[in-house]
T-cell receptor, first 114, second 112 residues
Framework: NAGVTQTPKFQVLKTGQSMTLQCAQDMNHEYMSWYRQDPGMGLRLIHYSVGAGITDQGEVPNGYNVSRSTTEDFPLRLLSAAPSQTSVYFC?????????????FGPGTRLTVL | GDSVTQMEGPVTLSEEAFLTINCTYTATGYPSLFWYVQYPGEGLQLLLKATKADDKGSNKGFEATYRKETTSFHLEKGSVQVSDSAVYFCALKSLGYQKVTFGTGTKLQVIP
């Protein structure tokens, strides 16, 4: 199993540009989520999905869109990039069932918006 | 709502020193508790977990005990190594939910 994969690893954008961060998992997990990590702020939830066709907002959803057309893929779209979106983005997935099920994280995408 | 508070870092220790990173939480019901570790340039990975009161999670010499009476889940290790240098996150997941609430992370640096 590859686990959770993310592409690209690094990206530089100009203000106003749009792009999609890709995330895929091969563990047949129902729950997937996107976080951003900023210094001193831990991980903040952007959007999450409890299954194909179902998405919901986390605590910092503004400026981001998501969709979940398949169980495997959960792309994050930046509609019009802003310098405040400079961050490290992590995708994670969790299997259903036991309350102690852990989250599996991807390696992250480091995004810089100029 | 759910919240996790962990001690501020960075924490700098000499090799073979004893480590404690404090973590307290607020949640309704009986959450599952986790410690994740993030090595430089990598994503988070599970270090240990506990799913009910008085459970002790352990892995790689690290331990944490689920204390419901003090709503705490402190991380300990008896003798740290340079390779333990990383950022450590305490987290919880409330029963019936898949969302995870993370603390802000504690950076540990171990010097030879």
């Amino acid at each position: 199993n590859a686990g959770v994969t993310q592409t690209p690893k690094f990206q530089v954008l100009k203000t106003g540009q749009s792009m999609t961060l890709q995330c895929a998992q091969d563990m047949n997990h129902e729950y997937m989520s996107w976080y951003r990590q900023d210094p001193g702020m831990g991980l903040r939830l952007i959007h999450y999905s409890v299954g194909a066709g179902i998405t919901d907002q986390g605590e910092v959803p503004n400026g981001y869109n998501v969709s979940r057309s398949t169980t495997e893929d959960f792309p994050l779209r930046l509609l019009s990039a802003a310098p405040s979106q400079t961050s490290v983005y992590f995708c994670a997935s969790t299997g259903q069932g036991a309350p102690g099920n852990e989250q599996f994280f991807g390696p992250g995408t480091r995004l810089t918006v100029l | 709502g759910d919240s996790v508070t962990q001690m501020e870092g960075p924490v700098t220790l000499s090799e073979e020193a004893f480590l404690t990173i404090n973590c307290t939480y607020t949640a309704t019901g009986y959450p599952s508790l986790f410690w994740y570790v993030q090595y430089p340039g990598e994503g988070l990975q599970l270090l240990l977990k506990a799913t009910k009161a008085d459970d002790k999670g352990s892995n790689k010499g690290f331990e944490a005990t689920y204390r419901k009476e003090t709503t705490s889940f402190h991380l300990e290790k008896g003798s740290v190594q340079v390779s333990d240098s990383a950022v450590y996150f305490c987290a919880l997941k409330s029963l019936g939910y898949q969302k995870v609430t993370f603390g802000t992370g504690t950076k540990l640096q171990v010097i030879p």
